[in-house]
Nanobody
Framework: QVQLVESGGGLVQPGASLRLSCAAS????????MDWYRQAPGKQREVVAA???????NYADSVKGRFTISRDNAKNTVYLQMNSLKPEDTAVYYC???????????WGQGTQVTVSS
């Protein structure tokens, strides 16, 4: 079993930055591929960024060049650095973990990000 706890959301103005964190417990972090998803009101949940257990990254086109996903295996934590935030980035952001051995998937509870002037 894996538990995921997100933090770092908030209300910011356009152009500002935020860093989200997702702390994982309950399993060896190095076996987890980690993703950040987001869901805006009335829209489907979409993947924002992904990082493999080996550290390879991938991004949605809408956030390329603005968001950076990273992981600290010593702290069992994945981060999402979000720069140059736009109102359309407003959403609940979720952390997802995929265990590369068991193939099980786990979700965090989400953290709200609101970008508004």
């Amino acid at each position: 079993q894996v538990q995921l706890v997100e933090s770092g959301g908030g209300l910011v103005q356009p152009g500002a930055s935020l860093r989200l964190s997702c702390a994982a417990s309950g399993s060896a972090f190095r076996f987890l591929a980690m993703d950040w998803y987001r869901q805006a009101p009335g829209k489907q949940r979409e993947v924002v960024a992904a990082i493999t257990s080996g550290g390879s990254t991938n991004y949605a086109d809408s956030v390329k060049g603005r968001f950076t996903i990273s992981r600290d295996n010593a702290k069992n934590t994945v981060y999402l650095q979000m720069n140059s935030l736009k109102p359309e980035d407003t959403a609940v952001y979720y952390c997802k973990a995929d265990h590369v051995v068991t193939r099980l998937t786990y979700w965090g509870q989400g953290t709200q990000v609101t970008v508004s002037s």
